[in-house]
């Protein structure tokens, strides 16, 4: 039997820690974590219900019928879908969610199950990313229980994008890592396939930042090879590197080409340097380390969030992992001399937490202007999920290297016992004394104050008892091993304390799109005789939830998505003649005497097609705007466009303004025989030739085709379509053939492919590997 020498070993027990152990716990944790979820008692809220929620039901059922949902036909009068990244078409936890369509509506529960699994998965994953970077086994799952249940991960649950790809990082990072230190093909392609897999969950700005850190880590890897492999080995990790990111752009190519097709159309196109810091973490907030609620909370329960700025400033800016990791982390600090990858993570976790500040600091400004793609989004301080991700890493070598001084150095954790109490006691007298307390109403002084001492009240306690399990740690009247355990349990009872009711909601999805079933009837009953859309939103009023198409099926002028199209809602002299443009049969009246609201059916709608015999030709945008803005334009006879169509005998060029022709207003009929997601068919009769006017948005990809001849689509008044059309009776059918996702298609189905041979042989030469090391070991004797 060996003698240890050195630091203690743990006990059995804990030596004995199998990683199905580690897994289980952490599902565990989770599941305790969103009991009320999960028991249907209360339900995620906010962005989940109005936009994630409509989008994973709208691809669901589309899908459970046959339909590729390619396009949109009930948002914003129509939109791409598959090409709006956050829809996360194919991440394939979203297609198994087809599995639970019932009677035409995903089932709310397995949604909100999928999304809370990823929380499991994301501790998972960081447990064995800890585990490969040397800590124990106990340690590791500290490390993945601080991720899994992290400020950063609580408060973003409302955002399933969000959450889904953040699990999968620590994954990407451990097969990354064994892609380059081992040069190892397989793990090259296994580290593409997990970070392409992770970009389809439909962040773009944390795949930006996701791709940033790994250009880091590559660096970090490279340079720390190049001392001790010289070049010539060193560099062999450029094209693992390489290898990988082209695995995950190509494997993502489905979903990558339409969306760079649809992001200069889209309303972000452009934003400004000021809307760039819209959600900065401002520098008192670093109290909020210690004491999450210090300047109040805003969650499904309620808001008394008091600095400046949105109520979402509040979970956006969220920085806290919990006060026995906090202290872990401390503790992890002091190793960084003696291990090069905590002193990495460190660095990672410093540079997300300065860049969260925005606009507060010069790192935001410098990436904005100067580095490709950070100059898209908004809210930095979603830079703070790299924050979480180092420090939930130093957590647990932190840890670790607690347990092993209360075992081998007990007494010279007095010092770190002191400041932990030290800083507890300092952010309660700050609190009391009124530090960045203030308000634009003096009134709310008082309220304001009262919530930052109780904030500051709980992270003291905490801090307290941190330190006084470390004190009697110390004094050996407990075990290092009891230490360990209690300050895992006060981790979990902190989490819980600070989060559980954060994403708790009264409001169930399914009741809420359901309390205007009576309208929805309606609606879809008059539906069946004609096409026509609705217009529900005046002002501050909504009668139907903004997404409510996507839910009911039902033909909106609104929506709600960061990515809608800048041409949406044609210019014209008022609201009425948009609204009749568009289709709009059905329209909200408000009432602001009564402060009541309701549905009016309109009489100068235009049908979903229509033919009209002139065109006006504008070539500048202001112009076009001008024009339709004026009482020359009238929409039932003419089209504004921007080109010159094929058939130019029929069109007025320039300044021109052409006369009424009523002269076929009455002869002409189009009628609508079918119409899907990615396709209309109709049956058009004309006296002569004319345009084909469609109330559908004009987008690339949409192709006419005219007796099976296909016809160019054109752009006509703003954003509508217009084909060309000749004289007689003609078989019209429009089809969405985005050219960008047949290629992405077979690019992704041929990266597959790839990827599944490569693997393969991978294994076959491990496994050939294996079989003649065992035929060259020499036969046991004895």
Known sequence: MKKSHGVKQPPQKLRDLKDWHAVLAIGAMVLVFFRDILLQKAFFWEDFMYQYYPFRNFAAVSL????????????????????????????????????????????LFWLEAMIILHYAIAGVCLYYLAKDLGARKLFALFGGVVYALSGFMIMQAIHETFVCQVAWLPLVILLFRRALIRRSAGYMIGAGLVLGH?????????????????????????????????????????????????????????????????????????????????????WEQLLTLIAPKYFGTSGAQGSNFWMSGPYWQYWETCMYIGVAALVAVGAALRLIKKNRYLAFFSLIALFGLLYSFGDNFFLHPIFFRLVPGFDKFRVPARMIYLFIFGCSILSAFGLQELFEKLQSQPDRLKKGIISIAGAGIIVWLMAQSGAFQSARNPQQLPQIHAVAVSGATAGMVFLLIVAGI?????????????????LFALQFIDVNIF?????????????????????????????????????????????????????????MMEGYTPLGLQRLYPPSRNWDQTCDMLNAKYRIAVNQQKQSMGMIKASTYLPRAFMVYRAKIIRDENEERTFMAGNDFDPARMIVAEESPIRGSVSGEGGQTPTTDTAYTSEWSASITSYALNAISLNVSSPKDGYLVLSEIYYPGWNAYVD????????????????????????????????????GFWLTSGTLLVSAAVLAGSATMGRRRRARKIEQSPPPTG
């Open 64 to 107: 459970s019928n046959g339909d590729l949902p390619l396009w949109n036909p009930y948002t914003f009068s129509g939109m791409p879908f598959q090409a709006d990244i956050q829809t996360a078409l194919f991440y394939v936890p979203n297609l198994l969610l087809t599995l639970f369509v019932t009677n035409g509506r995903l089932q």
């Open 198 to 282: 992770g970009v389809l969950a439909g962040s773009p700005q944390l795949t930006l930042y996701i791709f940033t850190l790994l250009f880091l880590y590559f660096c970090f890897e490279l340079f720390a090879s190049l001392k001790t492999d010289g070049a010539r080995k060193s560099l062999v990790m450029v094209p693992i590197a390489a290898g990988t990111v082209l695995v995950a752009i190509a494997l993502t190519a489905v979903q990558l080409l339409p969306t760079r097709e649809l992001a200069p159309l889209s309303t972000r196109a452009e934003i400004s340097f000021e809307q760039s810091a819209e959600g900065s973490v401002a």
């Open 470 to 486: 470390l004190f009697l740690a110390s004094r050996r009247t407990i075990s290092a091993s009891a230490a360990v355990g209690a």
């Open 499 to 555: 989060g559980f009711d954060q994403n708790n909601g009264n409001v169930n999805p399914d009741d809420y799109y359901a309390s205007k079933a009576d309208i929805v009837s309606l609606l879809k009953e008059d539906g069946k005789a004609e096409y026509f859309r609705v217009n529900s939103r005046q002002g501050g009023s909504m009668i139907l939830d903004r997404n409510q198409g996507m839910v009911d099926r039902i033909f």
């Open 708 to 743: 099976g001849v296909q016809q160019r689509i054109y752009r006509a008044d703003w954003s509508l379509r217009a084909i060309p059309i000749s004289a007689g009776n003609h078989r019209v059918e429009v089809r969405f053939e985005p050219e960008s996702f047949r290629r």
